[in-house]
């Protein structure tokens, strides 16, 4: 009878060393993450929000067309002759599924839907930090099997090798070991040298390094993720600086997305709304918060400032006051002496 857990759950030790699908399977987790970035209002039954940001995502672009009175999101081939901006003019659309292949002109039968002002999308970025992070991900597997090996033990004789192996079996069970062999003990017939250091500052290196890209990858997106490759606390000034790179990537995404949308609502007279999901939303309304925060915080500065100059300006006119009422007082008792004379 089959076990409910392996049929429900068939998980089997990860092979780190097939770098190719450790790359693939997280670039995938990537993706995910990234498919959620956006989310939409009033889309038609024809198009779902998972295949038009796979479009948008990893081809940089999409377009929108009716057929058979039906709304979709296509591939296409962009091209003929360019606009006044060398912008393409028309879309080279084939599906087999709707039996169709039709070149079309994009503002009059089509809109074209860019995922970014270059229309880049984010394979290549995706790409990337799954690359650097399958690295770390195998460096950090060979150093912890490293820390099983802190000797390697080396015997001339089956008799030796085989009490070695009798000796750290015993050690490995939790018994004491004993050796029966003293022909084990000699330094001809039995060697150990060191292999692989006990200190974990590598393995920590590691994990530290991980963190900064994954991090850098999420602020690529727009989230900020907390790490610190500093060993001390972050100023505000910091702070403000690493949230301010959050911003700029997902703005365009945004921003070029409602262009399109206001076109296709226009074109096709529906009434689709896209805008950021949770996750970002709230980073946003955070960063918002936080400018505030901080041109509050610049305000009263300044007005402390104001108030310190004008505090010191006073007691500067004060000294002088003092000053030329002690300068008069004493031209005073010097005429009066010159007449008592």
């Known amino acids: 009878m089959a076990n409910l857990n392996n049929w429900m759950l068939p998980f089997t030790p990860y092979n780190l060393e097939e770098k190719d699908k450790t790359v693939n399977d997280i670039a995938v987790l990537l993706l995910n993450r ?17 295949n038009l940001e796979l479009l948008n995502i990893l081809n940089g672009f999409c377009i929108w067309h009716k057929v058979d009175g039906n709304l979709y999101a296509f591939n296409a081939g962009l091209g003929g002759e360019p606009d006044v901006y060398y912008m393409p003019t028309i879309a080279t659309v084939s599906n ?49 099997i490293n820390l099983r090996i802190p000797t390697i033990a080396s015997a001339t004789n089956d008799a030796t090798a085989k009490a070695a ?8 069970k939790g018994k004491q070991g004993v050796i029966f062999d003293s022909g084990m003990m000699g330094e001809d017939t039995f060697k150990t040298s060191p292999y692989a250091s006990t200190s974990t ?21 727009g989230l900020n993720q907390t790490n610190n490759m500093k060993r001390e606390s972050l100023n505000d000034d910091e702070i403000a ?11 365009d995404m945004l921003e070029q997305r409602q262009i399109a949308i206001d076109e296709v609502n226009k074109m096709f007279g529906t009434n689709i709304k896209v805008s950021l999901n949770s996750s970002w939303e709230d980073n946003e309304v955070e960063l ?47 005429e009066d002496e010159d007449e008592s004379e």
């Open 201 to 221: 500052n590598v393995i920590t290196d590691l994990i530290e390094l991980r963190n900064y890209y994954e991090a850098e990858f999420y602020k690529e997106i």
């Open 96 to 144: 087999p599924a709707l039996n169709i292949s039709e070149n079309l002109e994009i503002g009059d039968q089509c809109v074209l839907m860019l995922s970014d002002s270059s229309a880049k999308g984010l394979k290549n970025l995706i790409q990337k930090y799954a690359s650097i992070i399958a690295e770390i991900d195998l460096s950090i597997s060979i150093a912890n």
């Open 241 to 251: 600086a690493n949230e301010d790179t959050l911003k700029p990537l997902i703005d």
């Open 34 to 50: 990234c498919l959620q970035i956006f989310k939409y209002e009033n889309l038609p039954e024809s198009i779902d929000k998972r």
């Open 165 to 172: 192996k009798t000796f750290f079996d015993e050690i490995k």
């Open 288 to 334: 918002e918060l936080k400018h505030e925060e901080i041109a509050e915080e610049t305000d009263t500065t300044d007005e402390e400032q104001h108030e310190e100059v004008e505090d010191s300006e006073n007691v500067d006119e004060l000294e002088e006051s003092e000053e030329t009422n002690e300068d008069e007082t004493t031209e005073e008792s010097e």
